[in-house]
């Protein structure tokens, strides 16, 4: 067989597995469990109150740029991995160059620190 | 029989495809993302089953954990109104049409005109050494041969960093802040005011009546940043 | 019968399953097991004494427990997504459950030894957000939603530091395989030289699994259960497998990254790479239960602080002293070749 492929198949069967095992076990509750759902029982859950409003609205922003700084960051990361393996072959120059890298984004770091963007009232 | 890698890469293309329709053609934005997500997991297969082992977690880590979970948000959050959406498909179909018309026209003319160079695998840059894992090959050259590709991507980054936030961050009015260095600062003495009583002697008449009144802001303020601090 | 095994097509699935549920069977009868230890603890501390009805010393509660949640009724809320709302728990569950196939439990004893086992892990851990925020968005309720974002956000700021304190480990070992990691720690556990780190990753990963006191996204005080308030029977219960399954999983990592994995402690050899692992896994879910039982929860506020403003300066700050410090007294891996 293809190495890689031998390498990674076991992942696969863990993933039929696992889906084997969750599929089983809520299958086998919906089968031997009694069902029987009226309107009060599968409204949505809201202290007691009739629901008011729909669930699904807009929200806050701050989440979303919580997401976009973390694609940032994640990226970084994903510079850094293969940089830190080959660090002890590359030497010097390769180190000195990935200052380089976190240097500019650590000025972008501190214009959000500043700017703010990192805190949440 | 075909061996196991063909039928792995067959399946893995015709998942990602039809994946691939089914985001442009579900309706609800929602399940779209979902199976945009499923097209990047057999896309990183592909890539596992061209050895590029490296390629294929960064693909999972940076477009399935962050960059999907940015669409999701988005999507789920703004309310994306579907009969607003759907008047204005009629008002703009004809510009789409015309605009898809052309791009489709040009990608034929570059189809229909394509060849691949004779000599395509002397032209490439750095051979995949054969001794080593590709995260090892790529570590090698990335951050020495291509260090000013490397520097520009870091340059990239910073601008999608200040542009998220000059577009997104707005200081909002009326919410209290944790000012850690104002708390712990603070001494006893700046709050806590010991008296004297006598007995029977009202507040009014020793003038200890809190809150004092407005004409003294300056003993007021640890009052407010007591309560915005201490939870 | 061992050419069957390693020669054929067929001898080949069968073995791979074997392994994998040698692995499966015993993770999920040890998370059976931390959730009566838990309860056990969590008594010992508050002077109680825990579950001790069902069976000798309460034993066989979480079957019980188990029980129980299967003869529930499903509860599909009437404004959910009947399809999503099912899938979200499971893809909880999977994924704590796929993890485990690269955790290697004895020298090369790995189901799947692959080359990028850490990058492998670490995109496994940040695929935990999607079961969490399609459990909330499918419930169609707001304290769902409320919950799954708060949860989504804190565990995206943990990710980031958790990046960081890997590739301190990476830098030190040279490698991205988990067993070289492991191979690397032979003299000297990371959690000497990398003691910041350490505690770093140790707080972190109680942000990541969403447990207290950085368990916001469920504070029953003022969102109920969070994303999964609209859950009941074994829906409910795969959620509760799955997070159990992943602090496992991050205790196991732990173990591997700082503590020596398999390594034996002193000398002590004799006893297998196994019962090692297992030990150490055993200390890192105490200290869940331990931290569960001592701190009040964090606001949320404060937690995100801590994931920006602290860990991120400092785990990439040590990114680059551990480089330098390697790059100066040349003991970078690899430097030598």
């Known amino acids: 067989m293809h190495l890689v492929l031998a390498n990674y198949f076991p992942v696969l069967v863990f993933l039929a597995i696992a889906l084997g095992i969750g599929g089983a076990m809520v299958g086998g509750s919906m089968l031997v469990a009694r069902q029987m759902p009226y309107a009060e029982k599968v409204s949505a859950y809201e202290c007691g109150f009739e629901a008011f409003g729909d669930a699904r609205r807009r929200f806050d922003v701050r989440f979303y740029l919580v ?42 770091f501190i214009y959000e620190w500043c700017k703010g963007a990192l805190e949440w009232e | 029989m075909i061996s196991a890698s063909a039928f792995f890469f067959y399946l893995f293309s015709a998942i990602l495809l039809a994946s691939a329709a089914a985001v442009v053609t579900s309706r609800n934005p929602v399940h779209a993302v979902l199976f945009l997500i499923l ?29 999907a979970v940015l669409f999701l948000f988005v999507v789920m959050m703004l309310d994306v109104d ?16 015309a605009v898809g018309a052309v791009l489709f026209g040009e990608l034929w003319a570059v189809v229909l005109g394509w060849q691949v160079s004779p000599g395509a695998d002397s032209l490439q840059g750095s051979p995949t050494p054969a001794n080593m894992d590709n995260t090892h090959a790529l570590g090698q050259v990335l ?11 870091s340059l990239i980054l910073l601008v999608a960093m200040i542009g998220a936030i000059v577009l997104t961050h707005r200081r909002r009015e009326g919410t209290r802040r944790q000012n850690i260095t104002m708390q712990q600062t603070r001494s006893v003495r700046d709050t806590l ?8 002697a009202g507040v009014q008449e020793l003038g200890i009546l809190r809150p004092r009144p407005r004409a003294e802001p300056a003993e007021e303020e640890p009052r407010h940043e007591h309560a915005a601090g201490d939870h | ?45 508050q002077l109680r004494r825990g579950p001790n009805r069902v069976g000798p010393f309460g034993l066989t509660q979480p079957f019980a427990d188990a029980v129980k949640l299967l003869f529930k009724e499903t509860i599909i809320p009437a404004g959910a997504n009947r399809l999503l709302f099912l899938m979200a728990p499971a893809i909880t569950f999977v994924l704590a459950c796929m993890a485990w196939a690269v955790i290697p439990t004895f020298d090369g004893g790995a189901v799947a030894d692959i080359n990028v086992g850490i990058l492998y892990l670490f995109a496994i851990s940040s695929l935990g957000v999607y079961g969490i925020v399609v459990a909330g968005w499918a419930s169609n309720s707001k304290y769902a939603f409320l919950g799954a974002l708060r949860s989504a956000a804190q565990m995206i700021s943990y990710e980031v530091s958790i990046g960081f304190v890997l590739v301190c480990v990476i830098l030190c070992a040279g490698s991205l395989n988990l067993n070289d990691i492991v191979r ?56 509760f497998l799955g997070e159990y399954t992943n602090m496992l999983l991050m205790s196991a990592l732990a173990s591997i990254l700082f503590l020596g994995g398999w390594q034996a402690p002193f000398g002590l050899s004799f006893i297998p790479g196994v019962v090692w692992l297992l030990l150490k896994i055993c200390m890192f879910m105490f200290f869940y239960f331990w931290v569960r039982a001592t701190f009040p929860r964090y606001r949320y506020d404060q937690l995100m ?17 551990t480089a330098g410090f390697l790059e100066v007294f040349h003991m970078l891996p690899g430097e030598s070749m």
């Open chain 3, 184 to 239: 690397a720690q032979k003299n000297l556990w990371y959690c000497v030289p990398l003691f910041p780190m350490f505690v770093v990753f140790l707080v972190s990963m109680l942000a990541e699994t969403n447990r207290a006191p950085f368990d916001l996204p469920e504070g029953e005080s003022e969102i109920v259960a969070g994303f999964f308030v609209e859950y009941s029977s074994m829906a409910f219960g795969l959620f």
């Open chain 2, 39 to 67: 097209a990047f997991f057999n896309a990183a297969g592909l890539f596992l089953l061209a050895g590029a082992e490296f390629l294929a977690m960064i693909l999972l880590i940076v477009y399935v954990g962050a960059v």
């Open chain 2, 193 to 200: 005011e010991t008296l004297q009583v006598r007995m029977g």
């Open chain 3, 1 to 45: 019968m061992h050419d069957f095994f390693f020669n054929t097509l067929v001898g080949h699935v069968l073995l791979v399953m074997g392994e994998t549920l040698a692995v499966l069977v015993p993770v999920l009868m040890l998370m059976a097991y931390s959730t009566y230890f838990e309860r056990k603890a969590l008594g010992a501390f």
């Open chain 3, 305 to 321: 602080r801590l994931g920006w403003k602290v860990f991120l300066p400092l785990s990439l700050g040590w990114v680059v002293v």
């Open chain 2, 143 to 153: 951050y020495t041969d291509y260090v000013y590709l490397f520097q520009v991507s």
């Open chain 1, 67 to 108: 997401a976009i700084l973390f694609i940032i960051f994640d990226l970084e990361v994903a510079f850094l991995f293969p940089w830190a393996i080959s660090l002890g072959r590359i030497g010097l120059f390769g180190f000195f160059s990935m200052l380089a890298f976190l240097g500019v984004l650590t000025v972008g």
């Open chain 2, 82 to 97: 579907f009969v607003q959406l759907r008047e204005g498909v009629q008002k703009y179909a004809p510009v789409g049409a």
